[in-house]
């Protein structure tokens, strides 16, 4: 019985030294975020073909797989301590539809962009915040359920925002499917966390168990949907040139950097402005690239979208790095 006992101390140091090396394995992965998304869409530019496997189905299942990974990192209590105090999620729901389409503006006019690439820099202004940013405020140590109650509000928000800005800054009447977009949002975003915030309640050791492994398949889910909406439009990214690089860029680093000090400066905590600064920097891209190929007559309207991905995914992706070993010394 001491051999069989000795044996089996054996096997369980030998299975937790292999942990300890896939969590630093793990670690360092989800640290090189930035690179990955560069690497995924640099192959997406080059050879659109290798992701045509990524059917509609796929992106829909990885963007669930995305908020399923966020979803057991959650408990209900979360969510109730975060609707205790809805000013930040007013003030981040004001930055993403009031400040963002601004900026969006500004720039496309200082940058001189022609009508047709113009109002597709709005509409990317004037979209709701995207689903990779609470995987992106999970890594920067924010507030994940802050995070997710921010998407779903300006998700939601979209139904009316979006064709409203587009028609009072350009003159141009979106359609907005309000249905669909309610419809997907519960399919995409709520249902998955629900499940998994479910899994976290009635099965925590399951959940303990697969907790690891969460970050991981949040950021390969990212990396497959930045390239696949990349290698859609591969062609038009290419020839857009930095007369749209640019202002595109800017668009979501100044974005981050004024969503990040204007609630710092209002009173609001660390975590919470780091949560409000990647939620308004990172966009919907993807849904303003079919909203523009469905609802604007000019084709050149979509690529400021299609642009958007790429640089949406690399900021935010670089602000949640940095900040992740930014320690935070406030309690909260």
Same mark, same amino acid.
């Given at each position: ?162 064709? @409203? ?102 009173? @609001? ?64």
């Amino acid at each position: 019985t001491l051999q069989s006992s000795e044996a089996s101390d054996g096997d369980k140091s030998l299975a937790s030294k292999i942990f300890d090396v896939y969590t630093k394995t793990a670690n360092a992965a989800t640290t090189l975020f930035p690179l990955w998304t560069v690497l995924f869409t640099a192959l997406a530019l080059k050879k659109p073909s290798t992701f045509d496997f990524f059917t509609t189905e796929y992106f829909t299942a990885a963007l669930a797989a995305l908020m399923l990974s966020m979803g057991i990192t959650l408990t209900p209590q979360d969510f109730v301590e975060v609707t205790k105090e809805p000013s930040s999620v007013l003030m981040q729901f004001s930055l993403c539809y009031g400040m963002m389409p601004a900026l969006a503006l500004f720039l496309g006019k200082a940058f001189g962009l022609d009508a047709g690439l113009l109002a597709g820099m709005v509409l990317v202004g004037s979209i709701n915040g995207g689903q990779a940013s609470n995987l992106c405020t999970y890594i920067a140590k924010g507030n994940v359920a802050l995070s997710v109650l921010m998407t779903t509000a300006t998700t939601v928000g979209a139904i009316l925002m979006t064709p @409203f800005l587009c028609k009072s800054l350009l003159g141009a009447v979106v359609p907005v499917d309000a249905a669909g977009i309610a419809k997907s949002t519960i399919q995409v975003v709520l249902a998955p966390i629900a499940i998994g915030m479910s899994a976290n309640k009635f099965f925590p050791k399951l959940v303990k168990a697969v907790l690891p492994f969460a970050p991981v398949v949040g950021v390969v889910s990212t990396c497959l949907l930045v390239a696949s909406a990349v290698a859609q439009v591969a062609e038009p990214i290419m020839s857009a040139g930095w007369g749209l690089q640019i202002p595109v860029l800017l668009l979501h680093l100044v974005g981050g950097l004024v969503g990040y000090w204007l609630p710092k400066m209002t009173g @609001f905590g660390e975590v919470k402005s780091r949560t409000m600064a990647i939620e308004t920097s990172m966009k919907s891209s993807a849904f303003g690239f079919l909203l523009a190929k469905l609802h604007f007559g000019d084709y050149v309207a979509r690529v400021p979208s299609a642009v958007s991905v790429v640089w949406m995914a690399l900021t935010g992706s670089m602000l949640a790095v940095i900040w992740r070993y930014i320690p935070v010394n406030e309690e909260e």
